[in-house]
């Protein structure tokens, strides 16, 4: 049993490393996949919305 | 320590050559292979010798085991190699070759190696009946509560033999060999018309453990290929301990995930209606956007918070395209998304025929607690208004997280399942039985 658990103890450590991420994204209100966010702006308030939303009025339709 | 395995040493003249051959049991020792003319002979109780064989198929490569040589095996015990044979099956062209070990205390064991693959096999003073009801392809055999599958049955030919022997090897072309395996152990069964059943214990032994046990480089050892009969799976014993963690680490993670979501107050905190402009014609330069609209204002309670927005929309054979800005009312701070939201639909052909959505969704992670308004810029075909909706909530739950995290936990115990399946698979394509646990 303890040799095949430290025979496991690399993928232990990286499962619970991987716990300790998903419960920090968690409490951090992070999402891995699917963030929509698109803004380079910072804390202060500079930058804003970039329009460039070209293209929309030459849409294509058969 | 090797001075009492060493201290029993006799000579025995070869009748074939008069070479002297020394040999390590002169108690036990009956049966000599000679190591310059390759006869095979036996010494009478009365000291006189009779040839039994001049073998022809002498290999031309010296065994990785030197005779005389030296070397503690897996039981702990100190061994002297005294002889080995070179076998064949009788049914097929597979070789392999048989070390006998001697020590002066306790008595023979062997070493065999068939394609690099090594295997310690020591006399087993048990009879190893199977269950009842299993027999033929399904016959098993137990050592204690472990079940043994059957793996092959063969009858040897002796192909070469040097060195002492305390029986006559050529007997054992008359035997049937049975051998069960339980990675990384087998059962033999040696069987024979008017011989008692003898039974064997052997287990796998890795290469390097040879070469360490007598001092040898790897080189020096056959090249190891395929899968061993009784080669352990990658993951060895420690797979069901791997599958225990695994499912402990899901669980953790389900628990948590559980108890994160019910404190996390998820709320929906803007619903609220809008309508484009009127779409302008198109321009050469491209400039669609729309007119801002403002929403109202709303608090984030619990941040940082993931936002989830949800927009539905009239479209029907048109387009909206929306930009959408996320502003803290306080800090200024800014979060974008843009969603473009079509739906066309017609008949052609007699057929009715749609694509595209009227809905929207997007997320927005990690927006600190604080009071938010959002910009809106829809733009629209022309001439025509879209009406939407748009709404906001806080802390949705987000399964994507909980998945990655899983897939992190699960890749290694599914590599491995694979890595391991396929391993029995090569394991028991060179046996003429069954797997018993195919996937």
């Not at chain 1, 658990?5 to 996949?33: D, E, I, K, S």
């Not at chain 2, 064989?53 to 702990?76: C, E, M």
């Not at chain 2, 015990?77 to 392999?96: C, D, F």
């Not at chain 2, 599914?414 to 797997?435: C, D, I, M």
Request: with cysteine.
């Amino acid at each position: 049993m303890l040799r095949d658990l430290l025979n496991l103890r690399l993928y232990l450590v990286l499962g619970l490393l991987t716990y300790a991420g998903y419960l920090w994204v968690q409490l951090h209100g992070v999402r891995l996949l699917g963030d929509d966010n698109e803004t380079t702006e910072n804390l202060n308030g500079t930058g804003s919305h970039s329009s460039g939303h070209a293209g929309r009025s030459n849409f294509y339709h058969k | 320590m090797n001075d009492g395995i060493t201290s029993l040493e006799a000579r025995v003249t070869c009748p074939g050559c008069l070479a002297q051959c020394t040999y390590y049991d002169p108690v036990g020792s009956s049966v000599f292979g000679c190591t310059e003319c390759h006869t095979l002979f036996k010494r009478q109780r009365n000291g006189t010798t009779e040839r039994l064989k001049k073998f022809q198929d002498v290999p031309r490569v010296a065994p990785a085991l030197a005779l005389g040589s030296i070397g503690t095996l897996p039981d702990g015990l100190l061994y002297r190699v005294t002889g080995y044979m070179l076998r064949k099956e009788a049914s097929s062209p597979a070789r392999w070759l048989e070390f006998m070990l001697f020590n002066p205390d306790t008595g023979y064991a062997q070493l065999a190696v068939y394609e690099g693959h090594w295997t310690f096999i020591k006399p087993s003073s048990e009879k190893h009946l199977g269950l009842p009801g299993l027999s033929g392809s399904h016959r098993v055999a137990l050592d204690g509560d472990t079940e043994f599958a059957i793996y092959n049955k063969y009858q040897p030919r002796i192909l070469y033999a040097v060195g002492e022997f305390d029986w006559n090897i050529l007997d054992d072309e008359q035997l049937t060999v049975t051998e069960f395996v339980a990675p990384p152990r087998m059962l033999i069964e040696e069987k024979a018309k008017n011989w008692p059943v003898h039974w064997y214990r052997a287990e796998h032994i890795e290469p390097r453990q040879v070469a360490q046990a007598f001092g040898l480089t790897m080189s020096r050892l056959p090249y190891r290929s395929g899968v061993g009969a009784v080669q352990p799976p990658p993951g060895g014993s420690s797979w069901p301990l791997l599958k225990k963690l695994t499912g402990l680490l899901l669980a953790l993670l389900l628990l948590t995930e559980l108890v994160l979501s019910n404190q996390r107050y998820h709320h929906q905190i803007l619903r609220q209606e809008f309508a484009s402009e009127i779409g302008g014609p198109p321009t050469a330069t491209s400039e669609a956007t729309g007119k801002v609209q403002v929403s109202e204002s709303f608090n984030v309670e619990n941040g940082p918070a993931v936002l989830d927005f949800e927009i539905h929309c009239n479209v029907n054979n048109t387009w909206l395209e929306l930009p959408v800005s996320l502003v803290n009312e306080q800090t200024g701070q800014g979060f974008e998304f843009t969603k473009s939201i079509e739906y066309y639909n017609g008949v052609e052909d007699g057929e009715s025929w749609s694509e595209g959505r009227v809905d929207a969704e997007a997320t927005i992670a990690q927006v600190p607690a604080g009071r938010y308004h959002l910009n809106l810029y829809p733009s629209t075909d022309y001439n025509h208004q879209i009406f939407f909706s748009v709404t906001v909530t806080e802390n949705p739950w987000v399964p994507s997280n909980l998945f990655l995290a899983m897939l992190a936990v699960l890749l290694y115990p599914t590599v491995l399942y694979f890595l391991r399946g396929a391993h029995e698979q090569n394991r028991w394509n060179h046996s003429n039985f069954p797997n018993p646990h195919p996937l």
